[in-house]
């Protein structure tokens, strides 16, 4: 009989194209990472993988294999984030992009005031700017003027 950590060990690798990276990303160690994936293939039938001496490369099998699996195993941990989410109190949540600096001295001694999430993100303000283009930042500080019709500044 399969077991579900099998499937979740597989597709972890298959996405790091590494047992070890794979290991590190599931906090489990390398030996255990790969008892999983010798499981699996045995339960299968065939080899998900070749290993070369740097990475290993899926098969068409395990291609196959991870185009059927990836989309279920990502629907059960939404799933499952989503039951998880609903349970806990909600906070208002922001996305602040600022020099660390000012973060420090400015930002945190505020925010014990506030019931909110914050995500910070540090960086240039070349960088921040960017963060907020592709909408991980909602807010960004900088020293620096940009000119563009979509922002307000």
């Given at each position: ?14 996405k ?17 990472m ?6 699996l ?41 989503n ?10 949540s ?8 000012f ?51």
């Amino acid at each position: 009989m399969v077991d579900f950590e099998w499937y979740r060990s597989f597709c972890t690798i298959y996405k790091h194209n590494s047992v070890s990276e794979a290991a590190k990303a599931r906090i489990m160690t390398q030996p255990a990472m790969s008892q999983h994936l010798a499981s699996l293939e045995a339960e299968v039938g065939e080899a998900l993988f070749i290993r070369t001496s740097r990475k290993i490369i899926p098969t068409e099998r395990g291609k196959e294999l991870y185009s059927q699996l990836a989309p279920l195993i990502e629907s059960l941990e939404e799933t499952t984030m989503n039951f998880k989410s609903a349970s806990l109190p909600t906070l208002t949540s922001i996305k602040i992009g600022t020099p660390h600096e000012f973060y420090t001295e400015k930002v945190l001694p505020q925010l014990h005031k506030y019931t909110i999430s914050v995500i910070s993100n540090f960086g240039t303000a070349d960088q921040l700017l960017e963060l907020l283009k592709e909408d991980k930042a909602d807010l960004i500080v900088t020293s620096k003027r940009f000119r563009h019709q979509a922002l307000s500044i």
